[in-house]
């Protein structure tokens, strides 16, 4: 299994915790670090743009990454957000267990589904 670590900026810690919590609780990443005041300068619009923003690390699976992706898109204030996945190499082994076992649930079908009656 491949395990990535997703790089987010957003326009505020606010919205940072935010959308750490939502792609938390929907079990896409396993964990978020919320990393205030940073400092980016970029090309926008034609124009050099400098802005203080927030910098989001969310871990996951590599095959969660698409849904992830739309999560934070929906949620987040920004026309196109920078979310961006690296591979981890390698790791503490009991760490690397530990994210993929928190993000298992993302994966796994729906246990909600009652049989019919007559099936």
């Not at 929907?26 to 743009?49: D, F």
């Not at 190499?89 to 007559?118: I, K, M, R, V």
Request: aromatic share 6%.
């Amino acid at each position: 299994m491949e395990l990535v670590w997703c790089y987010v900026t957003c326009a505020s810690t606010e919205e940072a915790l935010r959308i750490g919590r939502a792609v938390v609780e929907a079990r896409l990443a396993a964990c978020a670090n919320v990393l205030p005041g940073l400092t980016s300068i970029y090309h926008w619009q034609g124009r050099i743009e400098t802005g203080q923003e927030c910098a989001l690390v969310l871990k996951t699976r590599a095959e969660l990454v698409e849904a992830l992706v739309a999560e934070v898109r929906a949620l987040h204030s920004y026309t196109v957000p920078c979310v961006v996945a690296l591979p981890i190499t390698a790791g503490n082994p009991d760490y690397l267990s530990w994210l993929a076992n928190e993000t298992a649930a993302a994966t796994e079908p729906s246990q909600s589904a009652a049989p019919s009656a007559g099936s």
